[in-house]
């Protein structure tokens, strides 16, 4: 009696997209670390008496927050639209997060390894979007990869660049003044996206995961809830 022959096991037989549950324990946990650190720099508001809180070390901490929420949502998005094939996004996933955990512990204490693990953070991304078109390539042409791997990798050579300047003049500590500059290079580097998105005509669907995207949210948020206000005391009036 032959023996049945069973075929071998391939990684197409392999689940990837099962590693996204663990990624996202992975985020909670830097954003749960991370509003730690803003609670203990909030400590002095809340003194006995009240004192006031380095407002550079919050503004700090807010920018690392704000960008690591923008980067979640537009990968989370498309982790789940196209699942992990391998392990090159779930690594350069690990990676980011690794990043944004030590931006939040160098930004706590306003150093400008901040930085450096700022420009990790949008190099990982930059390679994400790589691994991202090699996966897709395929089965969707698209110009937001390329997009996102552009911007992400010049963002970072520029955050590593700074740092690489002001550890050669022996400056170690973020100033009010730094932490305002990183803000005006964030605005500046989203209003380069939108020119580039709306010069290349990119989908509005794949536009709207950009940080870009996510300002025009909240924006659109806010509108409403003006309005909103603005019904409410004219009603009362």
Known sequence: MEATVRPPIT????????????????YAAVLGYGAYEIGKSLEPVFGNPPSQ????TLLLLGFVTYYLIADVVEARV??????YQGRDRFLTDVLVAGCFLTAYMAGGRDSTATLLAL??????????AV???????????????????????????????????????????????????????????DVTLIVTVRQLKIPVAEAD????????????????????????IGGRV
């Open 119 to 128: 420009g990790g953070t949008m190099l990982g991304g930059g390679v994400w």
């Open 131 to 189: 691994f991202l078109e090699n996966e897709t390539k395929k089965t969707f042409h698209w110009g937001w990869p390329r997009i996102l791997a552009v911007s992400h990798l010049a963002g970072g050579c520029v955050f590593v660049i700074s740092y690489c300047l002001l550890y050669r003049n022996n400056h170690f500590t973020l100033s009010i003044r730094d932490v305002l500059l990183i803000w005006g290079f964030y605005a500046a580097w």
């Open 53 to 56: 809180p380095s407002w550079g």
């Open 78 to 83: 498309y982790n789940e639209l196209f699942k």
């Open 209 to 232: 995961l950009l940080p870009l995207g996510l300002i025009a949210s909240l924006a659109r948020l806010a509108g409403r809830a003006a309005a909103f206000v603005w019904t409410w």
């Open 11 to 26: 990684t197409k037989h392999l689940d990837y997209g099962c590693l996204q549950p663990f990624m996202d324990v992975i």
